[in-house]
């Protein structure tokens, strides 16, 4: 076996042994953001209930409920004249923001434009 040295190493300066750590530290937290994230689809809730169902057993969940209501007679069902007044309440709030009517109108005439441009072309 060698004999121990009897030469002592100094430790580094303070200084040294601190600026190291924050590059070491930096590194680390470098590759720990280069890594690939799980895409997290619902990170914060569980993967129960009636949302985390795929959409084909939701429908049939959902359409067996509306067939019972029925079968016991407590589904509603809008007559036209019931329907027409609960489009006409709805229509009446609606128009109150002038500036919600402004934008939808603006939209509107936007999509109505590129209609017509479209179909002036394929004219051509």
């Given at each position: 076996m060698q004999e121990?040295?009897?030469?002592?190493?100094?430790?580094?300066?303070?200084?040294?042994n601190v600026a190291a750590n924050v590059?070491?530290?930096?590194?680390?937290?470098a590759a720990a953001l280069a890594q690939p994230i799980a895409p997290a689809i619902h990170?914060?809730?569980s993967r129960r209930g009636f949302a985390a169902m795929d959409k084909t057993r939701q429908k049939e969940i959902a359409?067996?409920?509306?067939?019972?209501?029925?079968?016991?007679?407590?589904?509603?069902?809008?007559?036209?004249?019931e329907a027409r007044q609960a489009g006409r309440k709805g229509g009446q709030a609606v128009s109150q923001n002038r500036q919600h009517m402004a934008?939808?109108?603006r939209k509107g005439g936007v999509a109505r434009g590129q209609r017509l441009e479209v179909s002036t072309e394929t004219e051509e």
């Open positions: 121990a040295s009897a030469v002592r190493v100094p430790p580094a300066a303070p200084s040294m590059a070491a530290n930096a590194a680390a937290s990170s914060r809730t359409s067996a409920g509306g067939r019972a209501a029925h079968e016991r007679g407590n589904a509603h069902e809008f007559t036209s004249e934008t939808i109108g």
